[in-house]
């Protein structure tokens, strides 16, 4: 038997015993010594191992590829309300050489996953050539625990990253959607990988940079709930809406429906996945008569109370008439308000096509639409403007465009005339921007009085908001359906909040709506224009809009008092009675022919309810009150 004390005598050569037992001590001593430090380190490694926080431990050794998707920025709303993140998720993943008994390995994992397929997954399992197959992605830590305690050798757990959208449908259009890598697909999720990924890389999960978007998830809210309520109100096909900032440009909500919850990447399919606001192209129909009178008020072609026919007419082999044909002279203000085909496209033929297509040019309707949440195709136009394109594009047929695209026209028209270009994020505007006049500030007022006239007495009064300021013009359009117009419309209404100084376009688009029960019209003025008034009705306190108090003449002040006569205004009456009342651009074709009822009382001191209101024979006043 060999012993340390006669090892350390081979090594050290004849030596006597005690010298022998001497150096054996010192070995065992030095061995100690080495046994105590090697514990010593694998304890602190131990200890420091169980203090570190893991992921998830994996339940084989085997080796596999990087499962470990990038980790993107977070999304947040204007007021920094969270609308897209990432969250810590596990991918399981099998080595199927290893599975002794792929039958029975499909079978306890189904009966953990339900949703799986046995029979699929016991096939990957007897293909003993592979060594890697995904089993099931997206699994929570509480899933990723129960699929550890099968204790299958061949599983193993991957950590990864999974993006969520905690407003669920809310927007999902405008956002996008991500692939299973965590890429973007869609919406502002592509734009950020194509456009900001170079300086929003995360480095590392719990540090993401945030990106700030201009959506109002309140406003965006209302908008998809009224436009679903629309929807089911008047069966129609599709809803869309927009709500735009008229001085920045800023999108504060957009909502196309249906649409489909992000986080449900199989209801990203076909139509549900389209953003119509964006990516499609409409004839809008008479909302593009507000373009028209525009180039003809801007451009000296018409004057607000210039007489135009408004009766049918021919065109080559073509007939121009209203749906409700008035059959007499309108003024350019009535044939706004009342919104005569006949009387548009008479105008736009004053102006000529050379005109026509300049203004729109200058409005960008001839352009493709680039956002950040996405691109839109080119708008359709006639490649030769003959005389019927003049007339049919005057009432928003034959030209088709994105109805973002045109929202930010007709915001051009609101503001001051400056035109506009959305945005989907935070605008900044530097000091030396200039920006493109399209139309000077007084059409642009006028453009103002003309749609608050048509909320007021003309086609859009039922998107009146009690208290608030509201102006508009509604649109209805034949649908082009197999290169024919069909006798589906998709009608649409654009408003201005608060009319005196605007501050946000609302613009409502609802394809194919029908009658509601016990009516027989399914015009804009019957649906869009109702929508967009209960869109507003709910928007506006979120945008700090406040109504307006009721006018008081007898406590206003001198220049609060109604315009004196203007006989400037004389040629352009079809008689002398025509206006009248405090505004005296009012047309009495549209006035109700009866007196205000609040607090006049006639000449004789009876109450209003007593008559007795006489006509003064005065043209500068239909009705002769007295107080």
Same mark, same amino acid.
């Given at each position: 038997?060999?012993?340390?004390?006669?090892?350390?005598?081979?090594?050290?050569?004849?030596?006597?015993?005690?010298?022998a037992a001497k150096n054996a001590r %010192?070995?065992?001593?030095?061995?100690?010594? #080495?046994?105590?430090?090697? #514990?010593?380190?694998?304890?602190?490694?131990?200890?420091?191992?169980?203090?570190?926080?893991?992921?998830?431990?994996?339940?084989?050794?085997?080796?596999?590829?990087?499962?470990?998707?990038?980790?993107?920025?977070?999304? $947040?709303?204007?007021?920094?309300?969270?609308?897209?993140?990432?969250?810590?998720?596990?991918?399981?993943?099998?080595?199927?050489?290893?599975?002794?008994?792929?039958?029975?390995?499909?079978?306890?994992?189904?009966?953990?996953?339900?949703?799986?397929?046995?029979?699929?997954?016991?096939?990957?399992?007897?293909?003993?050539?592979?060594? #890697?197959?995904?089993?099931?992605?997206?699994? &929570?830590?509480?899933?990723?625990?129960?699929?550890?305690?099968?204790?299958?050798?061949?599983?193993?757990?991957?950590?990864?990253?999974?993006?969520?959208?905690?407003?669920?449908?809310?927007?999902?259009?405008?956002?996008?959607?991500?692939?299973?890598?965590?890429?973007?697909? %869609?919406?502002?999720?592509?734009?950020?990988?194509?456009?900001?990924?170079?300086?929003?890389?995360?480095?590392?999960?719990?540090?993401?940079?945030?990106?700030?978007? %201009?959506?109002?998830?309140?406003?965006?809210?209302?908008?998809?709930?009224?436009? %679903?309520?629309?929807?089911?109100?008047? &069966?129609?096909?599709?809803?869309?809406?927009?709500?735009?900032? $008229?001085?920045?440009?800023?999108?504060?909500?957009?909502?196309?429906?249906?649409?489909?919850?992000?986080?449900?990447?199989?209801?990203?399919?076909?139509?549900?996945?389209?953003?119509?606001?964006?990516?499609?192209?409409?004839?809008?129909?008479?909302?593009?008569?507000?373009?028209?009178?525009?180039?003809?008020?801007?451009?000296?072609?018409?004057?607000?109370?210039?007489?135009?026919?408004?009766?049918?007419?021919?065109?080559?082999?073509?007939?121009?008439?209203?749906?409700?044909?008035?059959?007499?002279?309108?003024? $350019?203000?009535?044939?706004?308000?009342?919104?005569?085909?006949?009387?548009?496209?008479?105008?736009?033929?004053?102006?000529?096509?050379?005109?026509?297509?300049? #203004?729109?040019?200058?409005?960008?309707?001839?352009?493709?639409?680039?956002?950040?949440?996405?691109?839109?195709?080119?708008?359709?136009?006639?490649?030769?403007?003959?005389?019927?394109?003049?007339?049919?594009?005057?009432?928003?047929?034959?030209?088709?465009?994105?109805?973002?695209?045109?929202a930010s026209a007709m915001a051009s028209?609101?503001?001051?005339?400056?035109?506009?270009?959305?945005?989907?994020?935070?605008?900044?505007?530097?000091?030396?921007?200039?920006?493109?006049?399209?139309?000077?500030?007084?059409?642009?007022?006028?453009?103002?009085?003309?749609?608050?006239?048509?909320?007021?007495?003309?086609?859009?009064?039922?998107?009146?908001?009690?208290?608030?300021?509201?102006?508009?013009?509604?649109?209805?359009?034949?649908?082009?359906?197999?290169?024919?117009?069909?006798?589906?419309?998709?009608?649409?209404?654009?408003?201005?909040?608060?009319?005196?100084?605007?501050? =946000?376009?609302?613009?409502?688009?609802?394809?194919?709506?029908?009658?509601?029960?016990?009516?027989?019209?399914?015009?804009?003025?019957?649906?869009?224009?109702? +929508?967009?008034?209960?869109?507003?009705?709910?928007?506006?306190?979120?945008?700090?809009?406040?109504?307006?108090?009721?006018?008081?003449?007898?406590?206003?002040?001198?220049?609060?008092?109604?315009?004196?006569?203007?006989?400037?205004?004389?040629?352009?009456?079809?008689?002398?009675?025509? +206006?009248?009342?405090?505004?005296?651009?009012?047309?009495?074709?549209?006035?109700?022919?009866?007196?205000?009822?609040?607090?006049?009382?006639?000449?004789?001191?009876?109450?209003?309810?007593?008559?007795? =209101?006489?006509?003064?024979?005065?043209?500068?006043?239909?009705?002769?009150?007295?107080?």
């Open positions: 038997m060999v012993t340390l004390a006669s090892l350390c005598r081979r090594i050290g050569g004849a030596q006597s015993a005690e010298r %010192s070995a065992q001593a030095l061995l100690a010594v #080495f046994f105590a430090g090697g #514990f010593m380190a694998l304890s602190v490694e131990i200890t420091r191992y169980g203090m570190t926080p893991v992921e998830m431990p994996s339940l084989s050794s085997q080796s596999a590829p990087v499962a470990l998707a990038k980790s993107r920025p977070d999304i $947040v709303d204007r007021n920094g309300r969270l609308l897209a993140t990432d969250i810590r998720v596990y991918w399981l993943v099998a080595n199927p050489s290893q599975i002794l008994n792929p039958d029975e390995a499909a079978e306890k994992i189904v009966a953990l996953f339900p949703d799986l397929d046995q029979g699929s997954l016991a096939r990957k399992f007897r293909d003993k050539d592979s060594r #890697f197959e995904y089993v099931k992605r997206g699994l &929570t830590p509480k899933q990723a625990e129960a699929a550890h305690a099968l204790g299958i050798p061949a599983l193993s757990l991957m950590p990864t990253v999974q993006r969520v959208y905690p407003a669920g449908n809310v927007a999902a259009h405008i956002l996008g959607i991500t692939n299973v890598d965590n890429e973007g697909r %869609s919406g502002v999720e592509w734009y950020i990988d194509q456009k900001l990924s170079a300086q929003l890389t995360p480095a590392s999960l719990a540090e993401r940079p945030i990106v700030k978007i %201009s959506l109002d998830l309140g406003v965006q809210h209302a908008l998809t709930d009224e436009l %679903s309520k629309a929807m089911e109100r008047y &069966t129609a096909q599709a809803a869309m809406g927009i709500v735009l900032d $008229v001085k920045s440009g800023e999108v504060v909500a957009s909502a196309s429906l249906p649409d489909f919850d992000p986080n449900r990447r199989e209801q990203a399919a076909g139509q549900n996945r389209q953003n119509r606001v964006v990516t499609d192209v409409y004839e809008l129909g008479s909302v593009f008569k507000s373009l028209t009178i525009a180039m003809a008020l801007d451009q000296g072609i018409a004057t607000r109370y210039e007489m135009f026919d408004a009766t049918p007419f021919k065109l080559g082999r073509f007939t121009m008439r209203d749906p409700h044909a008035s059959r007499r002279m309108y003024s $350019v203000e009535d044939i706004f308000i009342h919104s005569s085909n006949t009387g548009s496209a008479r105008i736009a033929l004053a102006a000529g096509g050379e005109k026509q297509q300049a #203004f729109l040019r200058s409005l960008g309707l001839f352009e493709k639409l680039e956002t950040e949440a996405g691109s839109s195709p080119t708008p359709v136009f006639p490649k030769t403007w003959r005389p019927v394109n003049v007339a049919t594009v005057a009432y928003g047929h034959g030209i088709a465009v994105p109805p973002l695209l045109f028209l609101v503001n001051g005339g400056e035109r506009l270009k959305p945005t989907f994020l935070i605008a900044e505007k530097s000091a030396n921007d200039e920006p493109q006049r399209v139309i000077s500030p007084e059409t642009s007022a006028t453009m103002r009085d003309l749609m608050r006239a048509v909320v007021e007495r003309g086609t859009g009064r039922k998107a009146a908001v009690q208290g608030l300021g509201v102006g508009g013009k509604t649109g209805t359009a034949l649908k082009v359906k197999e290169g024919r117009y069909s006798s589906d419309v998709i009608n649409s209404f654009v408003a201005a909040v608060p009319i005196d100084a605007p501050r =946000y376009l609302v613009m409502v688009t609802i394809d194919e709506p029908h009658a509601e029960a016990g009516t027989k019209s399914n015009e804009a003025s019957q649906n869009a224009a109702p +929508t967009a008034g209960a869109i507003i009705k709910r928007i506006a306190p979120m945008l700090d809009i406040l109504p307006t108090p009721r006018f008081d003449e007898a406590a206003a002040t001198s220049y609060e008092q109604p315009a004196p006569y203007d006989a400037r205004r004389a040629p352009y009456r079809n008689n002398r009675y025509e +206006t009248g009342g405090s505004d005296q651009g009012y047309s009495a074709y549209s006035q109700p022919r009866q007196p205000p009822a609040y607090g006049y009382r006639d000449d004789r001191g009876g109450s209003r309810s007593g008559g007795g =209101y006489q006509y003064s024979g005065d043209p500068r006043d239909f009705w002769s009150y007295r107080r």
